[in-house]
Every structure is written in C-alpha cells, then in structure tokens.
C-alpha cells in the first residue's frame, strides 16, 4: 500500500479496476474473478450483481479458494468457487454472456511469493475471457510483477493486449510512473463489437 507524504493512503491500481467496475456492474449480471486470491474481488462482484446475477471464482491454490469461501460466508455472501486454472474458464460458461471478468496477476496475497501467474496460462485465460464477454463487457487486470515471478509475464500481458483489435476492444493502461519499485498497474478492456469468427 502506497501512502503520501502525510501518510494518507495513495490511490492505486486495485482501487482503479474497482471504481470500473461499480460503474459497470448491474444487478443480476454474470460475472467471473479469475483469480479468487483472498476473495475480496469475488465478493465485490456478488454485492455488485445482488441475487439475481452469478458470480464464478477460480484459483489454482486451496487455500485461496479457502479464504475466499471463509470471506463470502463472512459476508453473507454466495459464488461457484473452482479449484483449476484460469486458463479453462470456458469450460464454465457459455461465450458473450459475461459482463465483468477481474484478473489480478501475480501471487497470492500474504501467500508464498514463489507461487504465482504465468505468460502462458494468463495469456490462454485472456483469450478465453474475451470469448466470454458479451459485447460491451470489461476485462479487469491488476498487474504484479518483479520479485519472484520478474517481468516476463509483465511483458507478455503487455505484448499481447497491444495486439488487440481496435476495431474490436478498447484497451486503457493505467500506471504509476512516479512510484518507485515496481508499482502494480491497472489495465481495463472492453468488447465494443464483436469480432468475427476465427476460421478453422
């Protein structure tokens, strides 16, 4: 956590793809946290599309799934939690039916630091979570990076969202070139048509 010279806490990338999604979100929408970690993204999602919507959680490590089911039932809160990668989210829903889909790449929180994303399955996972969007949904990315797990993951997710369509998908980073470190960043895309059909 970042925090100014006065010790207030400095606005950051988590804060970022959250203020996105409260203003996307809608009651009763289908949404996926690909990476469940302690579960504050998944809950975020249930209060966002109330009972009437469906929220989906993956993590490939039991206790972040663990955490997450301890955090919803704490809140009162209800989702499908699923202990596999991210990269096989369409085997869980039907494509052009998700609103919001959250990503955080990195390690889990307070969890093992030599754990962590990466390029390969996180590439595989964005590729099926566009195929997952309806049109006019958000993809939600918070990038950690350096330590452990270095930069090529870092730059791979940057390669391949650079390689996006335009005419297809809006794509918005937003980083923290002040900061010292290695600052998380925040990316947000969004389908604004729908692209067609890869031929076979």
Known sequence: MNRNAKGKRQLGALDLTHMALRQHIAPGDICIDATAGRGFDTALLCELTGEAG???????????????AALLEEKGLSA?????????????????????????????PKGNHEIFTHADSSIAALEASLALLKVGGLLSLCIYYGGANGYSERDALLA????????????????????????PFAVLITKDTQPPAKEV
């Open 54 to 68: 469906k929220v989906l959680a993956f993590d490939i490590q039991p206790e972040a799934i663990a955490s997450t």
């Open 160 to 183: 391949y969202i650079a390689s996006l369509d335009s005419r297809y998908y809006t794509v918005l980073q937003c980083g923290f070139p002040n900061r010292t470190g290695d600052p």
């Open 80 to 108: 499908q939690l699923h202990l596999d990668s991210h990269a096989n989210l369409r085997q869980y829903a039907e494509d052009g039916t998700v609103s919001a889909i959250v990503f955080n790449f990195g390690w889990l």
